[in-house]
């Protein structure tokens, strides 16, 4: 109930607006309102589908995590969304407060695989090594990816006033690969939606649907109906 109290404070800051400038904030006002009506999986559908993957949408992390965490009991999920906050706004305003969050995760995680025995502290310790060298990791692959759409802008310019034809960047889809499992994109569909769907109501997962589909992207890949894509 407490984080639940926190989710429904999490909603009223005003400081969450800037956050969500540029995202629908009729889905953002309609996950709001399943909220209050404590209707949780339709506000993470909705909540899920306002995601771009940029910093702008630490704060949808922020409360997808509260309400996987708490009253949806689903820590894994929730984990996912606290650390993917973490890896967009480090310094963020709820950064403390996820890391508390993140820890007694984990201990319920760990209690539950040991069929009721807590993790030692030597175990706390390790996962949390291993966290913070996998955060690095994603903070390199950010460093990198921002270098790369720098040197393609740069390169965009200078074939701009060269006088070079300049294209659009259009997003990739990588070929089929034969055997593979397979699923037709229905409308309404998003890259969370379709992990659900294959991974045990699992949303975690539709990163690696996106990368087993299309190139490196910024952000999240858009689905069109009747797409084929590969279930990894």
């Known amino acids: 109930m407490k984080r639940f109290a926190l989710l429904c404070a999490a909603l009223l800051l005003t400081g969450c607006d800037q956050a969500f400038q540029n995202l629908s904030e009729r889905r953002l006002s309609e996950a709001e309102k399943k909220v209050a009506d404590q209707d949780f999986p339709a506000a993470v559908l909705l909540y899920e589908a306002a995601l771009d993957g940029t910093p702008k949408t630490a704060d949808v992390h922020y409360k997808l995590g509260l309400i996987y965490d708490n009253p949806l009991q689903m820590p894994v999920s929730a984990l996912h969304h606290y650390q993917r906050y973490l890896d967009l706004e480090p310094e963020g305003s709820h950064a403390k407060e996820i890391q508390k969050f993140i820890q007694a995760d984990q201990l ?114 858009k689905l069109k109906p009747g797409m084929v894509l590969m279930i990894p």
């Open 108 to 221: 319920k995680l760990g209690a539950e695989t040991g069929h009721g025995a807590t993790i030692s502290q030597e175990e706390a310790k390790r996962v949390k090594n291993d966290n913070l060298a996998l955060r690095k990791k994603v903070l390199q692959l950010q460093t990198d990816l921002e270098a790369a759409s720098k040197a393609r802008a740069a390169m965009l310019k200078a074939a701009g006033k060269s006088g070079d034809p300049v294209f659009k960047q259009e997003q990739v889809q990588k070929p089929l690969v034969p055997g593979t499992q397979t699923y037709t994109v229905q409308p309404g569909d998003t890259l969370a939606s379709i992990s659900r769907k294959f991974y045990k109501n699992n949303s975690a997962r539709w990163k690696d649907i996106q990368d087993a589909n299309f190139n490196a992207l910024e952000g999240t890949a």
